[in-house]
């Protein structure tokens, strides 16, 4: 039988069944959305309200506004025959057994068969959810775990009974990955299946090392964030961000369901935890944890840390360890090796390394318990916590041998299969080839014919020992190039690599891949090598946090302090011209942003033939908050994108569309997805949105070979194609400017910095209406920039951007 889903009901319309139904509609799948009947009034008020909130959440549940008009709201008593024509039943009520089996019971009277139902419980046993049900409702029936919030959170677990259908679990991991754009891994059916069952063993341990052992809370997560490749919440903000009530609640149902853990005792919530919950100090939604949030006399705010000792908040403190000053700047591999290597007695590293033993042993015991597979217990860690390694990777980095000493040496126990793994000789838990990651070790499974070989033997065949790493056809790791004759140049801010079939890849590897001379360099050796036979197209892309998080404003400071006139303005020129030189190419040149896309970073991104941009792209011209305007292009992409489309016909009126370009900029608008960017024009209709963002580089790498294999033409560079509207638009432009200032809604500076921006839009001072060329805007854009950057509230800006990371209205 093949699948497909078109049309899905979830059942609950809470936090989590909401969001899964925003990001359904998001999607493109309309989606019916039910919840309990209201006592009172409208038996839908109590899904409207509950609804309501998905529409107003911070940051948006939806991609974008318009994907609401797919969900249609309803409730359990009027409405559940909507389930008989649904393809997917998601069910997402209240974390109770007993209400569970009662709806799926009703579930199973009303859907048609073989249609998929799957529970988004976080805890319960799925195959307790489905006992009693019909047998083709078992077959069809598995958990399907989103983490919260559905959009934004990549993981999403697949728990598979026994009875479930392998063609039904091969399909809902192929949607969830493609359509719905999350990274999939298949849990076994235990409590808290993989990510929370590792995840609350992890905060659990290093809370409790920390208490025991006198560090700060301000420490602890210094060493805990990104030093050891975790996000900046490290431990305790973490747990500040989930809840204490619901970290609890996580850790106290793995105490009651895994009484047989060999560490169990580590699920007892601590006592300074139970005296926060107790007195509702329950993380940032209350405004006090581990952490509370201070306003200062001026305004702003603190966080002061809890000391773990005497329960009271202290000011903050800035931590200072050797190993974070000396390891920083290593790559996570080289980092996790020094910390491990040079560092285990220093106190810092101590606390990293007698945490970390403890937790990846840990992990390793619960093979094959909650998981068939390394590569999911790691992929689970890592697209659930975004971290940038799951345990058996931060192993694999400090060597599995050397890791299984210390254990031993800390009588840390460790399963058998890891020491059989090291008798046969295998001492990585993934396979390489030529850097690149082929497989993972499978472990035997326990009590199996397999293992009694393992057992009897250890010396399983290397090869044998792996299995091969599933992926998707578009997969493309940049990192598995470094230190291989595939990254063909590289400096201190960007690098060159061949992406196979005739494709290169320019990447940016600068802090925040700012913009810099040396990506500037790197981009124009880039563009010599495009023109040679070998190669037929260029991706730009990178896989750091952001794509890029546009100039180094910093050096437009140091310029303006060398005292030579021309320093600025060719900088600016420099990367106007690389960025041209990227557009008319030859050959094409394709874009793949994600994530922050801001200021310069949007230039290099509206700067391709063409861009293929992940789903979670945030692309913004922000200069104006720095006192500037855009100067690499960024003005004549939305005047060629938004404003001259529309002008072919001499009757449109053009200023309601030079007007959304104004308001983009001046307004420092970001968009909160691709859809979005799309809508305002930092996208074009040809570009693609990309959901999973594993697969970007791939498909832009797809999108270059296609334009380049159907003849590929760069456009006209002298064509006279921007509709410059002249004076007349210029003066209604600075009068609603000048309506601003009078009403004391922006300062002298904000209305200078409007003008010059109205100057640009409009084509300077042209008297009439015409078309211009691209070079022609870029020109009045390097003007304008320059001047406002001589303006000593800009250098304000800038400077107090570059302090205190927040703008300045000066």
């Given at each position: 039988?093949?699948?497909?889903?078109?049309?899905?009901?979830?059942?609950?319309?809470?936090?989590?069944?909401?969001?899964?139904?925003?990001?359904?509609?998001?999607?493109?799948?309309?989606?019916?959305?039910?919840?309990?009947?209201?006592?009172?009034?409208?038996?839908?008020?109590?899904?409207?309200?509950?609804?309501?909130?998905?529409?107003?959440?911070s940051?948006?549940?939806?991609?974008?506004?318009?994907?609401?008009?797919?969900?249609?709201?309803?409730?359990?008593?009027?409405?559940?025959?909507?389930?008989?024509?649904?393809?997917?039943?998601?069910?997402?009520?209240?974390?109770?057994?007993?209400?569970?089996?009662?709806l799926?019971?009703?579930?199973?009277?009303?859907?048609?068969?073989?249609?998929?139902?799957?529970?988004?419980?976080?805890?319960?046993?799925?195959?307790?959810?489905?006992?009693?049900?019909?047998?083709?409702?078992?077959?069809?029936?598995?958990?399907?775990?989103?983490?919260n919030?559905?959009?934004?959170?990549?993981?999403?677990?697949?728990?598979?009974?026994?009875?479930?259908?392998?063609?039904?679990?091969?399909?809902?991991?192929?949607f969830?990955a493609?359509?719905?754009?999350?990274?999939?891994?298949?849990?076994?059916d235990?409590?808290?299946?993989?990510?929370?069952?590792?995840?609350?063993f992890?905060?659990?341990?290093?809370?409790?090392?920390?208490?025991?052992?006198?560090?700060?809370?301000?420490?602890?997560?210094?060493?805990?964030?990104?030093?050891?490749?975790?996000?900046?919440?490290?431990?305790?903000?973490?747990?500040?961000?989930?809840g204490?009530?619901?970290?609890?609640?996580?850790?106290?149902?793995?105490?009651?369901?895994?009484?047989?853990?060999?560490?169990?005792?580590?699920?007892?919530?601590?006592?300074?935890?139970?005296?926060?919950?107790?007195?509702?100090?329950?993380?940032?939604?209350?405004?006090?944890?581990?952490?509370?949030?201070?306003?200062?006399?001026?305004?702003?705010?603190?966080?002061?840390?809890?000391?773990?000792?005497?329960?009271?908040?202290?000011?903050?403190?800035?931590?200072?360890?050797?190993?974070?000053?000396e390891?920083?700047?290593?790559?996570?591999?080289?980092?996790?090796?020094?910390?491990?290597?040079r560092?285990?007695e220093?106190?810092?590293?101590?606390?990293?390394?007698?945490?970390?033993?403890?937790?990846?042993?840990?992990?390793?015991?619960?093979?094959?318990?909650?998981?068939?597979?390394?590569?999911?217990?790691?992929?689970?860690?890592?697209?659930?916590?975004?971290?940038?390694?799951?345990?058996?990777e931060?192993w694999?980095?400090?060597?599995v041998?050397?890791?299984?000493?210390?254990?031993?040496?800390?009588?840390?126990?460790?399963?058998?299969?890891?020491?059989?793994?090291?008798?046969?000789?295998?001492?990585?838990?993934?396979?390489?080839?030529?850097?690149?990651?082929?497989?993972?070790?499978?472990?035997?499974?326990?009590?199996?014919?397999?293992?009694?070989q393992a057992?009897?033997?250890?010396?399983?065949?290397?090869?044998?020992?792996?299995r091969?790493?599933?992926?998707?056809?578009?997969?493309?790791?940049?990192?598995?190039?470094?230190?291989t004759?595939?990254?063909?140049?590289?400096?201190?801010?960007?690098?060159?690599?061949?992406?196979?079939?005739?494709?290169?890849?320019?990447?940016?590897?600068?802090?925040?891949?700012?913009?810099?001379?040396?990506?500037n360099?790197?981009?124009?050796?880039?563009?010599?090598?495009?023109?040679?036979?070998?190669?037929?197209?260029?991706?730009?892309?990178?896989?750091?946090?952001?794509?890029?998080l546009?100039?180094?404003?910093?050096?437009?400071?140091?310029?303006?302090?060398?005292?030579?006139?021309?320093?600025?303005e060719?900088?600016?020129?420099?990367?106007?011209?690389?960025?041209?030189?990227?557009?008319?190419?030859?050959?094409?040149?394709?874009?793949?942003?994600?994530?922050?896309?801001l200021?310069?970073?949007?230039?290099?991104?509206?700067?391709?033939?063409?861009?293929?941009?992940?789903?979670?792209?945030?692309?913004?011209?922000?200069?104006?908050?720095?006192?500037?305007?855009?100067?690499?292009?960024?003005?004549?992409?939305?005047?060629?994108?938004?404003?001259?489309?529309?002008?072919?016909?001499?009757?449109?009126?053009?200023?309601?569309?030079?007007?959304?370009?104004?308001?983009?900029?001046?307004?420092?608008?970001?968009?909160?997805?691709?859809?979005?960017?799309?809508?305002?024009?930092?996208?074009?209709p040809?570009?693609?949105?990309?959901?999973?963002d594993?697969?970007?580089?791939?498909?832009?790498?797809?999108?270059?070979?296609h334009?380049?294999?159907?003849?590929?033409?760069?456009?006209?560079?002298?064509?006279?194609?921007?509709?410059?509207?002249g004076?007349?638009?210029?003066?209604?432009?600075?009068?609603?400017?000048?309506?601003?200032?009078?009403?004391?809604?922006?300062?002298?500076?904000?209305?200078?910095?409007?003008?010059?921006?109205?100057h640009?839009?409009?084509?300077?001072?042209?008297?009439?209406?015409?078309?211009?060329?691209?070079?022609?805007?870029?020109?009045?854009?390097?003007?304008?920039?320059?001047?406002?950057?001589?303006?000593?509230?800009?250098?304000?800006?800038?400077?107090?951007?570059?302090?205190?990371?927040?703008?300045?209205?000066?």
């Amino acid at each position: 039988m093949s699948y497909k889903i078109e049309k899905a009901v979830v059942l609950g319309a809470g936090t989590m069944g909401g969001g899964i139904a925003a990001l359904l509609a998001s999607v493109g799948i309309p989606v019916t959305l039910l919840d309990l009947a209201a006592r009172e009034g409208d038996k839908n008020g109590l899904v409207k309200a509950l609804w309501e909130r998905q529409l107003k959440a911070s940051p948006p549940a939806l991609y974008y506004p318009d994907a609401a008009r797919r969900v249609t709201l309803g409730n359990f008593d009027d409405d559940f025959d909507a389930i008989a024509q649904a393809d997917w039943i998601i069910e997402a009520i209240v974390e109770q057994l007993e209400p569970k089996r009662e709806l799926m019971a009703r579930v199973d009277a009303v859907r048609r068969p073989g249609s998929i139902v799957s529970s988004n419980t976080s805890g319960i046993p799925i195959h307790a959810i489905a006992e009693g049900r019909s047998d083709d409702f078992r077959r069809h029936f598995l958990g399907t775990h989103f983490f919260n919030p559905p959009r934004y959170l990549k993981l999403l677990e697949l728990t598979p009974t026994a009875e479930a259908l392998p063609e039904v679990v091969r399909f809902m991991r192929h949607f969830g990955a493609r359509r719905l754009g999350k990274g999939v891994v298949i849990a076994k059916d235990r409590p808290n299946f993989i990510a929370n069952r590792i995840g609350a063993f992890i905060a659990q341990y290093r809370i409790q090392a920390a208490i025991d052992n006198g560090y700060t809370v301000e420490e602890v997560d210094a060493l805990t964030g990104p030093l050891i490749g975790n996000p900046k919440t490290g431990t305790f903000r973490l747990a500040d961000l989930v809840g204490l009530d619901v970290l609890a609640h996580v850790v106290n149902n793995l105490y009651e369901l895994v009484p047989e853990d060999e560490s169990h005792a580590a699920f007892v919530i601590p006592d300074v935890m139970k005296r926060l919950i107790e007195q509702k100090s329950l993380g940032n939604k209350t405004g006090a944890g581990f952490y509370k949030r201070v306003s200062t006399p001026g305004g702003a705010s603190e966080y002061y840390a809890l000391n773990l000792q005497t329960m009271q908040y202290e000011p903050p403190a800035r931590p200072r360890f050797d190993v974070i000053g000396e390891t920083k700047d290593l790559e996570l591999p080289e980092r996790i090796r020094a910390i491990f290597d040079r560092f285990a007695e220093d106190r810092g590293g101590m606390f990293i390394v007698e945490t970390t033993l403890p937790i990846l042993a840990y992990a390793a015991r619960r093979i094959p318990e909650i998981a068939g597979s390394l590569a999911d217990v790691d992929n689970a860690m890592r697209w659930g916590f975004n971290a940038e390694a799951g345990p058996f990777e931060l192993w694999d980095m400090i060597g599995v041998r050397r890791g299984r000493e210390m254990m031993r040496e800390r009588e840390i126990p460790v399963p058998r299969w890891v020491d059989d793994m090291l008798a046969a000789g295998i001492e990585s838990f993934y396979q390489r080839q030529d850097g690149r990651v082929i497989g993972v070790y499978k472990p035997p499974e326990t009590g199996s014919e397999e293992a009694e070989q393992a057992t009897r033997y250890a010396t399983r065949d290397a090869h044998a020992a792996f299995r091969p790493l599933e992926r998707s056809r578009f997969h493309i790791a940049l990192a598995e190039n470094r230190g291989t004759p595939r990254e063909l140049r590289r400096n201190a801010s960007a690098s060159i690599h061949d992406l196979g079939d005739g494709i290169l890849n320019l990447e940016f590897h600068s802090k925040g891949n700012t913009l810099d001379n040396y990506i500037n360099d790197m981009a124009l050796e880039a563009l010599d090598m495009l023109e040679r036979d070998e190669w037929r197209g260029m991706v730009v892309a990178n896989q750091g946090k952001d794509f890029c998080l546009g100039a180094n404003i910093g050096l437009f400071i140091l310029l303006a302090g060398t005292g030579d006139p021309h320093a600025i303005e060719n900088a600016v020129k420099g990367l106007q011209d690389y960025l041209m030189a990227f557009r008319f190419a030859s050959k094409p040149v394709v874009t793949a942003p994600r994530q922050r896309v801001l200021g310069g970073g949007a230039e290099v991104a509206m700067a391709g033939a063409r861009a293929v941009a992940a789903a979670e792209t945030y692309i913004g011209l922000v200069e104006f908050g720095v006192g500037v305007i855009p100067a690499g292009g960024g003005c004549k992409e939305l005047l060629r994108r938004v404003v001259s489309p529309h002008m072919t016909n001499d009757k449109t009126d053009a200023l309601g569309y030079l007007q959304q370009v104004f308001e983009t900029i001046a307004y420092a608008k970001v968009s909160e997805s691709a859809f979005v960017a799309r809508e305002r024009g930092f996208l074009s209709p040809c570009d693609s949105i990309v959901l999973n963002d594993d697969d970007l580089i791939g498909i832009a790498k797809a999108t270059a070979i296609h334009l380049a294999e159907t003849g590929y033409t760069p456009p006209d560079r002298n064509s006279a194609s921007i509709y410059a509207i002249g004076r007349r638009g210029k003066a209604a432009m600075e009068m609603a400017v000048n309506n601003l200032r009078w009403g004391n809604y922006i300062t002298d500076h904000d209305a200078l910095i409007a003008r010059k921006l109205a100057h640009v839009l409009c084509g300077g001072d042209l008297s009439t209406p015409q078309w211009v060329t691209e070079q022609y805007i870029l020109d009045l854009e390097r003007e304008a920039f320059c001047s406002l950057l001589g303006e000593s509230k800009t250098q304000e800006r800038i400077s107090y951007m570059l302090k205190y990371a927040k703008p300045l209205r000066n």
